[in-house]
């Protein structure tokens, strides 16, 4: 265990979870979680074996099943995340990670198990984020079973709004641009694919530079051929960026945290259950799904 890791290191809301525990034994999980939150994305294997020396000592605490579980499904163990997160979803009450139980349920091969784990839920309960997490799982498995059209169907939530972009948004747009793809129209599936780089930067935008309760508001113009002055003007050649020159503006809004992404060529409208407890066995194949699938994976 480095010396800099502290116990205070941890989030609040878990260190609070671990208040049962002795004083000592508190603290050892405590730093074990926090090494595994540093691992995680450099080194996951690592990241996995403090998740694990964690559950040995505080397996009934949910947050560190919910550890174990994210850490083994980064190691591609998708039955232990399967298993863990069972356990941590009997213990918290809490459906906020059954994307990641569908997601491994394809992992494990089983589409059509991981459609049943995600209809077992009704959606509209789960927060905008889990719902939206959700659905790309639900639509990659529809792809694992070569379904492109439902697949499609899935993403069509009330959260793809391409008027504002919140933090899901991206993942989301780039989701349903893919699947677009997929289906042959690769000019629709283009502007979804720029619609997600677009909200990312204006998300990114309002993390460095926007304060609480402000949205970013980015404009695209329209460019009049015949104003300009008897040029000519290829509009296939003019960037998206130019047309956000000198229009960005910062507004209060109501909407905390969204950064509205307004496209004046596009008025798309878009269209606005608990697994089987009992089923502790899991397949011990870890076989990814195939193809174009991976790109709603995680």
């Known amino acids: 265990m480095p010396d800099d890791v502290e116990p205070r290191d941890l989030d609040k809301v878990a260190r609070g979870e671990l208040k049962t525990l002795s004083k000592e034994n508190a603290d050892w999980v405590a730093k074990h979680l926090?090494?595994?939150?540093?691992?995680?994305?450099?080194?996951?294997?690592?990241?996995?074996?403090?998740?694990l020396s964690a559950g040995r000592r505080a397996g009934r605490i949910s947050v560190v099943r919910e550890t174990i579980a994210i850490t083994a499904y980064q190691v591609g163990d998708y039955a232990l995340t399967l298993r863990e997160l069972r356990t941590y979803r009997r213990i918290s009450g809490r459906?906020?990670?059954?994307?990641?139980?569908?997601?491994?349920?394809?992992?494990?091969?089983?589409?059509?198990?991981?459609?049943?784990?995600?209809?077992?839920?009704?959606?509209?309960?789960?927060?905008?984020?889990v719902r939206v997490s959700l659905a790309i799982a639900m639509s990659g498995a529809r792809l694992d079973l070569g379904q492109p059209q439902a697949?499609?169907?899935?993403?069509?939530?009330p959260q793809l709004d391409r008027t504002k972009a919140f933090s899901y948004s991206?993942?989301?747009?780039?989701?349903?641009?893919?699947?677009?793809?997929?289906?042959?129209?690769?000019?629709?599936?283009?502007?979804?694919?720029?619609?997600?780089?677009?909200?990312?930067?204006?998300?990114?935008?309002?993390?460095?530079?926007?304060?609480?309760?402000?949205?970013?508001?980015?404009?695209?113009e329209e460019i009049e051929v015949d104003a300009v002055d008897e040029r000519s003007v290829d509009l296939d050649e003019v960037d998206d960026e130019d047309g956000f020159d000198d229009v960005d503006e910062v507004t209060e809004t109501t909407s905390a945290g969204a950064a509205d992404v307004t496209s004046a060529d596009d008025d798309r409208e878009t269209p606005?259950?608990?697994d089987d407890q009992n089923d502790e066995t899991a397949d011990p194949e870890?076989?990814?799904?195939?193809?174009?699938?991976?790109?709603?994976?995680?």
Do not use: C, N
């Open 286 to 298: 870890t076989t990814p799904p195939d193809d174009g699938a991976d790109e709603h994976r995680g």
């Open 151 to 157: 697949a499609l169907g899935e993403l069509e939530i």
């Open 272 to 274: 606005d259950h608990e």
């Open 170 to 220: 991206p993942a989301l747009f780039a989701a349903y641009g893919t699947v677009l793809e997929d289906l042959g129209r690769p000019d629709e599936g283009e502007k979804w694919l720029e619609l997600a780089d677009r909200a990312e930067d204006a998300l990114a935008a309002l993390e460095h530079g926007g304060a609480d309760g402000e949205t970013v508001e980015i404009v695209e």
């Open 34 to 51: 926090v090494m595994a939150g540093r691992l995680i994305d450099e080194d996951p294997a690592e990241a996995h074996k403090h998740a």
């Open 95 to 129: 459906d906020d990670q059954l994307p990641l139980m569908v997601d491994s349920e394809r992992g494990l091969g089983r589409p059509e198990r991981a459609l049943e784990l995600g209809r077992s839920v009704d959606a509209s309960t789960l927060d905008p984020q």
